[in-house]
T-cell receptor, first 112, second 113 residues
Framework: SQTIHQWPATLVQPVGSPLSLECTVE??????LYWYRQAAGRGLQLLFY??????ISSEVPQNLSASRPQDRQFILSSKKLLLSDSGFYLC???????????FGSGTRLTVV | AQSVTQLGSHVSVSEGALVLLRCNYS??????LFWYVQYPNQGLQLLLK??????LVKGINGFEAEFKKSETSFHLTKPSAHMSDAAEYFC???????????FGTGTLLAVQP
């Protein structure tokens, strides 16, 4: 069966520090991969999605970037964190879009 | 373009009462519709999905939803609320072609004892 792993679960980082969040999927090949952010009271915001290795689409301009160095690995990064980057970050994968997404357990990022 | 509207950002019910969470969609093609649940500090979990088979869809934890094309609705219901149902619920729509889900803004369900 397919599983998705996301880490770390919580992270507290100072303003101006770098960020790297990792997401991996097991049990499937060539998944579509997504990064979402939830800020307090603002619902789900799609940040990036990827349909293959090295293929990244950005949905909103921001201080973050994403990379997909391997088929089942998706990384969210920042060179210098801002206070506004705080939030709950969710990774998800999908195969056929008719069946929805499977989400990871999320990372709570607090920038101080 | 597709969109989803969830009416009511906060809904409060008593334990044992009917749960009704509203979702209306807009889609130019036959939609695929989903309900997800999110407990605090956790990821989203699929409750149920409509993929053009039966219009009444049963999901986990006693929830069900009915696809009504004439009303462009996909409301989520549960006959009797439990305390453990307190969570945030998201409705989502996909056209099945782009692999992108469009999410509603969520409804936070509170269950009072």
């Amino acid at each position: 069966s397919q599983t998705i792993h996301q880490w770390p679960a919580t992270l507290v980082q100072p303003v101006g520090s770098p960020l790297s969040l990792e997401c991996t999927v097991e049990g499937t090949s060539n998944p579509n991969l997504y990064w979402y952010r939830q800020a307090a009271g603002r619902g789900l915001q799609l940040l990036f999605y990827s349909v293959g290795i090295g293929q990244i689409s950005s949905e909103v301009p921001q201080n973050l970037s994403a990379s997909r160095p391997q088929d089942r690995q998706f990384i969210l990064s920042s060179k210098k964190l801002l206070l506004s980057d705080s939030g709950f970050y969710l990774c998800a994968w999908s195969g056929d879009g008719r069946y929805g997404y499977t989400f990871g357990s999320g990372t709570r990022l607090t920038v101080v | 373009a597709q969109s989803v509207t969830q009416l009511g950002s906060h809904v409060s019910v008593s334990e044992g009462a009917l749960v009704l969470l509203r979702c209306n969609y807009s889609s130019s093609v036959p939609p695929y519709l989903f309900w997800y649940v999110q407990y605090p500090n956790q990821g989203l979990q699929l409750l149920l999905k409509y993929t053009s088979a039966a219009t009444l869809v049963k999901g986990i934890n006693g929830f069900e939803a009915e696809f009504k094309k004439s009303e462009t609705s996909f409301h989520l219901t549960k006959p009797s609320a439990h305390m453990s149902d307190a969570a945030e619920y998201f409705c989502a729509v996909s056209d099945g072609a782009t692999n992108k889900l469009i999410f509603g803004t969520g409804t936070l369900l509170a269950v009072q004892p």
